[in-house]
């Protein structure tokens, strides 16, 4: 394609109808705008959302309301009970295993709750775990199994150094 080959695109091509200029043409009368209004008028620029005075819907809508906090809970409870039910065999479990069967996402810790199903609980488990209820730490080993507390994976909260202990370092070393 060269340059005297080029053709402007078929909407550019069409012409504009000229409004206004009798009955006979489709677009006289009122030239396509409809009867009286603000939207007949001339220089009609109307917000998006704008309905005419009334109140408009994103203001009639309920604010959200609520708190949701910063930092979110990163543990996943376990019942006694689901445990019993997913694995009637017992076994060892672990947070890694329990992610990978579906019961906990993978990036959560694991807390094991449930002395309320102590009856119906009576496999032998050695279950891992950063955190037990008392009451589900007495039903495991009632039944012969095991508890062991993991280390948490969250990271541990430095202490903020005061102020005046800073200011007091500062002077020490200056001094010597």
Excluded: C, W
Excluded at 20 to 35: F, P
Excluded at 93 to 107: F, K, Q, T
Aim: charged content about 30%.
């Amino acid at each position: 394609m060269q340059q005297h080959e080029l053709k402007p695109h078929a909407s550019r091509l069409k012409k504009r109808q000229p409004v206004g200029r009798g009955a006979g043409s489709g677009a006289g009368n009122y030239s396509g705008r409809g009867m009286k209004g603000q939207k007949a008028r001339t220089g009609r620029k109307l917000r998006f959302g704008f309905e005419g005075g009334q109140t408009p819907l994103i203001m009639r809508m309920p604010k959200l309301r609520g708190f949701k906090p910063k930092k979110q809970s990163r543990l996943a409870t376990v019942n006694l009970l689901t445990l019993s039910r997913s694995y009637p065999e017992g076994g060892e479990l672990s947070p890694e295993r329990l992610a990978n069967d579906g019961l906990i996402p993978a990036d959560m810790e694991l807390k094991v709750i449930g002395k309320q199903f102590a009856a119906g609980f009576s496999a032998k488990f050695k279950i891992k775990a950063q955190q037990f209820s008392p009451g589900a730490k007495e039903t495991i080993t009632k039944t012969g199994g095991t508890v062991e507390e993991l280390k948490s994976i969250r990271p541990v909260k430095q202490e903020k150094k005061k102020i005046a202990d800073t200011a007091e370092a500062t002077k020490e070393e200056s001094t010597e």
